[in-house]
C-alpha cells in the first residue's frame, strides 16, 4: 500500500511518535513494537480486507428469516482483526491489551479503512467498550466490556429513532424498572426498555456470541410522563442474548428484534438496521411476571451511569466515534488517489499543445503528464494526507491527554473540544471532494464498477452523515467550543498555529505561506467575533458551515506548514518534493477560498435565515 511511507513519515520524522515510549505507559515499546503493529495491520488489511472489498459492496447483508447473513470474508476478516490484539490494543496488559499508544492504533487502523472501510474493523465495539470502562460497574467492565476486547461479543450504539433523527430530545423509548429488586440486579439496575432505534450500525449479525447495545432511552417522571428534552436521557446495556455474571449466555433471548435492513449507498458490508425493543417479539423471564405486560414483553437493560445521566455518557462514545468516522473519511480519500495516480501514471490519452497546436502525428502522452489531471491528483494529495496529519495530530492529543503533564493533560483537552468537530467533518466533505476528482481522473470508466473509486465515492458520502451532520458539527464548534471557557480552546490553537508561523517565518521557501496564513487566522478571529457581535444565537449560527469551513481550511493549512518545517531545506527526495507541492497547492488554490466563506459570517448574511418557506 502506498499508505505506509506517508504513515512513516507523519508518525515519526513530524509526530515524533517514537518518543512516546520515554512515558511510563508506554515503556516497553519502541519504534520497533510500533512497525510491528503497523507491518501485522498492514498485511491482514491486504491479504483480508482488500480482496474483497467489491464483494461486501456487492453481496449484501441478507435476512434469511432467522439471522443476517454476511459473506465468509467478512467473518474471516473480523476474526483475523480480533486475532491481532486489535480491538483491546489500547487497553492495559491486566486487560489482555497492549498499551498502545492511540496514535498508533490509528494509523494501523488507517490500513483497514483505506482496504475496505465498509467489511469493518470494530469501531463501535471498541467506543462501547471504553465508555463502559469509564462509566461502568466493576461488574459491567468485567462481563461486558471485557468480552468486547476479547472478541466474544460486538457493540453497537442506540441513538437515533425513526421519528427522531439527530434530535436526541425527542426520542420516545421508554425504561422502566424491572419489578422489584431492579435497583439490587449484580449487572447494574435492570429496566425494561420499550421503542425503535433507526440506522444501528451492526446491529444484527453472527460475527461473535452476542451484541452488546448501548441504547438511549427516558425513564418517565413520577407522573408517568417522559421528561421534556435531553435531561430525562438515560443509558442502558441491552445484549441481544441474556448473560450471567461470569458473562457466560444463559441461554435467553433478551426482547430485542431485527424490524429491518436499511439499503444505503455505500458501506453496504456493514449491517444497518432498524431494531425493535420490547415489542414482545422474543419474551424474556414471563415466568417470573416480568415484562411491561406481565409476560415478558420488554426488553431487559441495565443502567450505566446515574439516571438522567445518559448524554454525558455517551458522548464519551460519540466523540471517539467522530474521529474515527474522520479517519474513514481521510482513508477513503486516500484510497480514491491512489487509485487514480495509478490509472493517470498508465492511461495514454491526448497529446501536448505546443506552439502550432498538437501534432497528431505524435504519440500520445500519459494523462498525467497534462496539467489539468495534475491539479486533480494535487488537490487528492493535499486533502487527503492533509486530513491524515490532522488525525493523527488528534490522536496524538489524545495520548497526551492520557499520559501528559497536567498542563498539558488540559491543553489536550481543550485543544481537542475544538478540532473535534473539524476532524470530523473536513475530511468528510473534502476527502469525497477527492473521491469525486478521482472518477473525473478515470473519465467515463470511473463511472463503471469496473473501477474502484465509484465505491469509495459511495461509501464516502454516507460520513458527512455519520455520527453528526455538518450542521450539527458547525453548531457544536460555532455555538460552543470557539467560545467555551472565554474562548480558551481557540486561544490555544491560535498559540500552537501561531508558533507554526513563527518557525515558518524563517524559511525563505514557506514565508509567504506563512503570512498568508496569519492573515487567514485574523480574518477567523475577526469573523468569530462578528458573528457573535449581537449575542443572538439564531444570527450567529445561521452561517455555521461555511465558517467550519474556513476554519477547517485554515487548520489544514496549518497542518501542512508544520508538515512542510519538516522537510529539510536542499536537495529533497521525490516525497519530500510532492509533499512540498501539496502545501504549496493547499496555499494557493484552498486556502483563498475562506475569504467568501467567512464574508457570509461576519456580516451575518440573512439570506438562508430569511427563506420564505413559500418562495422554494
Known sequence: MRLRPTLDFLLYDWLKADRLSE???????????FDAVLDTCERIAREKYAPFNRLVDTEEPRFDGEKVVLPQATHEAHRAYVESGMVSAAQDYDEGGMQLPYTIEAAANGFFAVASVSIGSSLLTKGNANLLMVHGTEMQKQVFARNEFGGRFTGTMCLSEPQAGSSLSDITTRAVPDGDGFESDPLGPRYRLKGNKMWISAGENELAENIVHLVLAKIPGPDGKLIPGTRGISLFIVPKRLV???????????????????????????TNTLLNFGEGRYPVRADQGGGLDGRGAGAIGYLVGKPHEGLRCMFHMMNEARIGIGMAATALGLAGYYASLEYAMNRPQGRPVG???KDPSQPQVRIIEH?????????????????????????????????????????????LEVLTPIAKSWPSEFCLEANSLAIQVHGGYGYTRDFPVEQYWRDNRLNMIHEGTHGIQAADLLGRKVVMEGGK???LVAGRINRTIEAAMQRPDLAEHANALARALQHVGAATKAAWATG???????????????????????????????????????????????ARYFFHYELPKIGAWLRVVETRDPTCATMPEEAF
Not at 430485542?256 to 458501506?267: D, P
Not at 492533509?386 to 497526551?400: I, K
Not at 497536567?406 to 489536550?412: L, W
Not at 512542510?564 to 519530500?576: D, F, I, Q, S, Y
Open 23 to 33: 512515558r511510563a505507559r508506554f515503556a516497553d515499546h519502541s519504534r520497533e513494537t
Open 244 to 270: 450471567g455474571t461470569d458473562g457466560q449466555l444463559t441461554g435467553e433471548r433478551n426482547d430485542v428484534a431485527l424490524a429491518g435492513l436499511n439499503h444505503k449507498l455505500g458501506w453496504r458490508g456493514t
Open 355 to 357: 506552439a502550432a497546436g
Open 371 to 415: 496539467a489539468d489531471v495534475k491539479r486533480m491528483l494535487l488537490a487528492q494529495k493535499s486533502y487527503g494526507e492533509g486530513a491524515l496529519a490532522l488525525m493523527l495530530y488528534c490522536a496524538r492529543l489524545v495520548d497526551e491527554q492520557h499520559t501528559g503533564t497536567p498542563e498539558a493533560v488540559d491543553e489536550a483537552r481543550l485543544l
Open 489 to 491: 480552546g481557540l486561544q
Open 536 to 582: 443572538e444565537p439564531a444570527a450567529a449560527l445561521a452561517n455555521a458551515v461555511p465558517y467550519m469551513q474556513a476554519f477547517g481550511h485554515v487548520v489544514i493549512a496549518w497542518i501542512w506548514l508544520d508538515v512542510a518545517l519538516t522537510v529539510p531545506a536542499g536537495t529533497r527526495t521525490p516525497a519530500e518534493v510532492g509533499r512540498l507541492h501539496a
